[in-house]
């Protein structure tokens, strides 16, 4: 059980000093982080003064040292393109994000679970196939065409829903939130579908198989022999069970979200992380580009160590298993 | 030999002329592919040809629109390029650059699966190791982060055959890690057979043994991956390109023309953004549903 925690968390670090060891050399190598400091009118002594003075000539793991000190206090630098802080603009932009994805999955799993379960009980309804065809397609399609769809049909040719934007914004401390406006939540709609539509589809595959094996088990054919309604049986026996495997796969899946976001916020022009980083993609912004990086391979580092560790929690069988090994 | 490859043929046309869906599915994948590699011969315009375009047929509808014009059949885009045209020559782009990244990824995939399996030891160790970090991601994140990164860092505006190379690159990188697995877990049970042993004992070298025996046993498994690959990869080339550090603007792939398209989708101009789109999901949905048949038809066991 300790070598299988210690094996984690070597590799779990493994990414994370890969991960960081590109970005200090996008950081230190892509571009000359003087000549974006200094107007064109420096002198040749001023750089060096300079280059001196931020410890550019040190030798490169003193550098990546102070590096990878520097990235743990969150200090990345400033951006080239807006000439803020990092640390600034990436928390100005992470409520958006996070709001997007909370609602995205939010709706995955009020949508997903419910026409699992519908498709599990009666896999040969109508609706049941009509569903599954559905989700073959939310699949296949890519989904900034998703988006695009969406779009069409709701914001240019009903009329209904914003395509574009947060809508209005309350500031609650250093938190900017659109979910306590109207058109927040009318802004929220579209890019929420449009992110949460391929987990929709992953839980809704996930619920209908695993009801289907549940409802061949003995327990359910007995809690049936003692008489018990199929709304018990259903709900309260078959659905119960199939819950853990879906919330491991959602909670896997929030890292996909969050990172998945920088289609759907280019999409919908949603002022959240992934449109930063696309922002800084295209003006070569590479502080701003270094440090979300290395903030999406944090994020999904932690999620699945959680996940490993919450495994072995659950499950005997990995730690027996491990330490045997 | 003859014999086993025909017997596998003859299986697998049975099984292919009992599921519809399949034969629909690579009835549509092969017209599109030859619609784009016939392009230069069926397209009615060449839409790179500055001398042919006239910026005052930009934004006509399509034909069977009242406004529309005969000679664009689906209409014409910002430019005045023909659209149906401009699509043909997309789809092209678009396939090679989705061809390109598999067998990028196949080659990459194998060679390091071969020889982890084959080698063992710390190289083993290293390409496993590198694998399940690179397994933490989504592919379409790494290939979006590297052209990104690549994008962001080459110079600007470049054009000719270096930022095509960098996408198949980018795309490739991101998902060789599914053959290596694959080739390595075969090679481990090829390498204790029998003839393993004997081309050893007669002193073949490694690297021949890996590539005249052992390879074509565990090849199918790898062409099954491939055919799957093949409709995510030309999924996070429209994608990237959508987003901008894709196909550059010079020679637009399908993800290009919708990324144009979606400027003018307000102003009333839906054929520009939502023909490629149509023609994009139909590739990547038909792609999907033949490999799916190819997977279940050839190999029950990857499931």
């Not at chain 1, 709609?189 to 992953?202: D, H, S």
């Not at chain 2, 071969?114 to 710390?122: E, F, H, N, R």
């Not at chain 2, 989504?138 to 860092?153: S, V």
Request: hydrophobic letters at 55%; proline letters at 5%; charged letters at 10%.
């Amino acid at each position: 059980m300790i070598s299988f925690l210690l094996s984690r968390a070597v590799q779990a670090i493994a990414t994370m000093l890969m991960v960081t060891l590109i970005a200090f050399v996008l950081f230190r190598y892509v571009g000359d982080p003087v000549n974006q400091m200094v107007g064109i009118e420096t002198s040749l002594a001023d750089r060096a003064k300079l280059r001196e003075d931020l410890g550019l000539n040190d030798p490169m793991p003193v550098q990546y040292a102070r590096f990878l000190v520097r990235a743990a206090r969150f200090d990345f630098g400033t951006s080239y393109q807006q000439k803020e802080s990092v640390a600034v603009l990436i928390g100005a932009r992470l409520p958006a994000t996070l709001e997007l994805s909370l609602i995205s999955v939010v709706f995955a799993i009020a949508a997903g679970v419910p026409l699992g379960v519908l498709a599990g009980l009666h896999p040969r309804s109508l609706a049941a196939r009509a569903f599954m065809a559905l989700s073959l397609l939310g699949v296949s399609l890519p989904t900034f065409l998703i988006g695009i769809l969406l779009i069409f049909v709701f914001s240019v040719h009903l009329g209904w829903l914003p395509s574009f934007g947060r809508g209005q914004t309350v500031q609650i401390g250093g938190w900017s939130t659109g979910l306590l406006t109207a058109s927040g939540w009318r802004s929220i709609i579209l890019p929420a579908i449009t992110l949460g539509l391929f987990q929709m589809t992953l839980i809704m595959r996930l619920v209908r198989a695993e009801i289907m094996e549940v409802l061949r088990t003995d327990y359910i054919k007995f809690a049936r022999a003692r008489g018990l309604p199929d709304r018990i049986v259903h709900f309260g026996h078959a659905l119960r069970n199939t819950l853990i495997p879906v919330i491991t796969v959602t909670g896997l899946q929030i890292g996909s979200i969050i990172a998945f976001s920088i289609i759907t916020e280019t999409v919908f022009q949603w002022p959240g992380m992934g449109l930063l980083f696309l922002q800084a993609v295209q003006n070569a912004d590479v502080p701003v580009m270094a440090a979300y990086l290395m903030l999406i391979a944090a994020l999904f580092v932690t999620i699945n160590l959680a996940v490993d560790l919450l495994y072995m929690a659950v499950d005997p069988r990995i730690r027996i298993g491990r330490a045997a090994a | 030999m003859t014999r086993v490859t025909r017997a596998l043929d003859s299986d697998l046309m049975y099984s292919f002329r009992r599921t519809p869906g399949a034969m629909i599915a690579a009835a549509l994948s092969c017209a599109l592919i030859l619609g784009a590699v016939l392009a230069p011969v069926i397209a009615p315009h060449d839409p790179f040809d500055p001398s042919g375009l006239s910026i005052l047929d930009n934004f006509l509808p399509p034909a069977w629109d009242a406004a529309g014009d005969p000679r664009f059949l689906l209409g014409t885009e910002d430019q005045g390029r023909d659209l149906l045209s401009a699509m043909l020559y997309g789809l092209r782009v678009s396939l090679a650059v989705g061809f390109a990244s598999v067998i990028f990824a196949l080659i990459l995939g194998v060679t390091l699966g071969l020889i982890a399996g084959y080698a063992g030891g710390w190289a083993d160790n290293l390409i496993m190791r590198a694998a399940d970090i690179q397994m933490t991601f989504p592919a379409i994140l790494i290939a979006l982060l590297l052209a990104g990164i690549f994008r962001g860092t080459a110079a600007h505006g470049a054009s000719g055959a270096g930022p095509l190379a960098l996408l198949v690159f980018s795309i490739g990188l991101s998902f060789w890690v599914q053959y290596a697995r694959t080739v390595r877990g075969s090679v481990l049970i090829e390498a204790n057979r029998e003839y393993v042993l004997a081309a050893r004992l007669i002193g073949i070298s490694a690297p021949a043994i890996l590539i005249r025996h052992i390879l074509p046993n565990v090849m199918g498994p790898v062409l099954v991956i491939a055919t799957i690959n093949l409709a995510l990869a030309i999924i996070i080339e429209a994608t990237l390109s959508f987003l901008g550090v894709g196909v550059p603007p010079g020679s637009p792939s399908l993800g290009t023309l919708i990324r144009v398209g979606n400027d003018y989708l307000f102003s009333g101009e839906w054929w520009i953004t939502l023909f490629p789109g149509a023609v994009l999901g139909v590739l990547a949905l038909s792609v999907n549903l033949f490999g799916d048949w190819l997977r279940d038809a050839l190999n029950p066991r990857l499931g």
